[in-house]
């Protein structure tokens, strides 16, 4: 054998044993646990967060907290009172007095930060115990609402040293104790909404999350205590409507932020008003989502799905009024229906789950009255035939083709997977039908046409107008809506200004 041909069998012989060798290595290689095998630590019972520690409820009363998909008990948690309430407001003041007021901004951003890379550190665990709490399908809290928390922390945490151009050319200061209270549809998500900008401006809170959901909002009490926050600059207490109103009657306190109904929100606004509070609302929706012919249909059906069918239907800017133009009616609706037929309802912890639990029996029989309700007014009703799990709360998504302005489907906010459906002909009619409601949160348009969604979106009362897309949310973009949809932003430099007092 010549030299040449040995140093080839040889260099064969390496090749051949070093890919044995990779392919042991890839044999041996081990995934990651599942998401929903993260292990979450949940007490038996909670008392509140205030002054930096958990302490019982002065009232003595706990209730149950359950798992939507289940029925069953997750946790006790403390029932609070006018008392507890109290304390909470008189730790913040102290917690604004002595010390957070006092910190640089920089300072401030520190911990903000910090208390960002812990939610992204623990972010599995927070994933899981919001769906378990929550019902939503665990692929909606880890890859939008987690992340989402996590964003708010960290845009609001760069705010806190740049203050001084909040405003351009004035100084800013804080408030003092803001009161915030919040829904159970985005449990996490709200909070960040609103605890992040009140902290970066320098503010210091008392928060009351849903009776429904409090967990999360109860395991961000320990990552305070883990970032090392101050005492008292954020304290949560847990009740219902009560404990809400209590907070808002409380004469210590700034002002009140509130996200949910309309109805609780036009109640919350007469009695802030008695004591001179400022006031930031974020209320309900009937967002329109409008597809004109030229659209790329398919896309515009998935926004549809996207835009109702997210979370429950549980989303205050849910595109629940349908507008399709006349001519593509059919295709459109044929498209829908073959879509809706593949949306997966079940176990919420499932990662190939698209539609969860309705978040609590209540709301479960809110949406099957509307829906009857709908069914007796008339025009064609379609849901999709599915097994649905025997435990929980669960509803198959549906669709009311035909909606007149005036029936219930298309005015009433269901909060639930329930589109209505109408058609128009001309981009004027689209834009009266669109606007015809008591609220104005969002709408979306779908077109191939810029100069026809800019015209439009021109036209819209809404407060957030998407365009060949639905339900896209970012820390650096301002929420909120016109007309009973609320007043004051969340997100963005604008959500940072309901915060301050310019000088
Ligand atoms: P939803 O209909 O979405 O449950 P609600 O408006 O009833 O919304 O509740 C939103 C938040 O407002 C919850 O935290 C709830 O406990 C609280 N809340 C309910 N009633 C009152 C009230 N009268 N005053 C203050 N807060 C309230």
Redesign the pocket.
């Known amino acids: 054998m010549t030299k040449k041909k040995t140093q080839k069998k040889t260099k064969e012989k390496t090749k051949a044993k070093s890919q044995k060798k990779n392919k042991s290595k890839t044999l041996k290689f081990n995934y990651a646990p599942a998401l929903e095998s993260t292990k979450v630590e949940i007490l038996e019972k909670y008392g509140n967060f205030i002054g930096g520690e958990f302490v019982a409820p002065k009232t003595g009363k706990y209730f149950d907290t359950v798992n939507p998909a289940d029925g069953k008990k997750l946790a006790s948690l403390a029932l609070s009172g006018s008392a507890d309430v109290d304390l909470a407001v008189k730790a913040a003041r102290k917690a604004f007095k002595s010390e957070w007021s006092q910190l640089t901004g920089s300072e401030r951003g520190k911990f903000l930060f910090r208390i960002a890379r812990i939610i992204q550190e623990r972010s599995r665990e927070l994933a899981v115990l919001e769906t378990l709490d929550g019902g939503k399908p665990i692929k909606e809290s880890r890859d939008v609402d987690i992340p989402l928390v996590a964003q708010h922390f960290f845009y609001n945490a760069g705010w806190a040293d740049k203050l001084d151009y909040l405003v351009p050319g004035k100084k800013v200061k804080p408030i003092g104790v803001c009161g915030q ?4 549809n985005f449990p996490m998500l709200m909070l960040a909404w609103k605890i992040a900008p009140a902290l970066a401006a320098g503010n210091t809170v008392v928060l ?4 429904q959901t409090s967990l999360t909002a109860l395991k961000f009490a320990e990552i305070c205590q883990e970032a090392g926050l101050p005492k008292g600059v954020v304290n949560i207490i847990t009740g ?2 009560e404990t ?2 209590a907070l ?1 009657d409380h004469k210590d306190v700034n002002k009140i932020a509130f996200t ?2 309309t109805d ?1 929100g036009k ?2 606004a007469r009695n802030a008003g008695k004591t001179n509070k400022k006031l930031t609302m974020e209320l309900g929706g009937k967002s329109a989502n409008i597809v004109f012919a030229d659209a790329a249909i398919d896309q515009a059906v998935e926004g549809i799905v996207a835009g109702i069918f997210f979370n429950q239907g549980h989303v205050c800017c849910a595109g629940s009024r349908l507008l399709i133009e006349e001519s593509v009616k059919d295709l459109v609706i044929k498209k829908l229906k073959a879509r809706m037929k593949q949306i997966r309802v079940g176990a919420p912890l499932d990662k190939n789950t698209d539609l969860g639990a309705i978040n609590s029996k209540e709301q479960l029989k809110k949406i099957r009255d509307l829906v009857k309700q709908g069914q007796k007014e008339g025009g064609e009703f379609w849901q999709v035939e599915t097994v649905l799990p025997t435990r929980g709360n669960f509803f198959a998504p549906c669709l009311f083709m035909d909606q007149s302005g005036s029936s219930t489907i298309a005015r009433e906010e269901v909060f639930g997977p329930v589109l209505s459906v109408s058609t128009f002909r001309t981009p004027d009619e689209a834009i009266a039908k669109a606007n015809d409601t008591n609220y104005g949160l969002a709408a979306g348009i779908w077109s191939e046409k810029g100069s026809k969604v800019h015209m439009v979106a021109s036209k819209l009362k809404a407060g957030i107008i998407w365009a060949n897309t639905y339900n896209k949310f970012d820390a650096t973009s301002p929420f909120g809506g016109f007309k009973e949809s609320g007043y004051g932003r969340e997100g963005g430099r604008h959500g940072v200004l309901p915060y301050v007092e310019v000088e």
Request: no cysteine; aromatic share 6%; net charge neutral.
């Open positions: 209270i919040i829904p159970w009351k999350p849903a009776e219902a409507g809400g109103a808002v949910g109904s609780i109640l919350i």
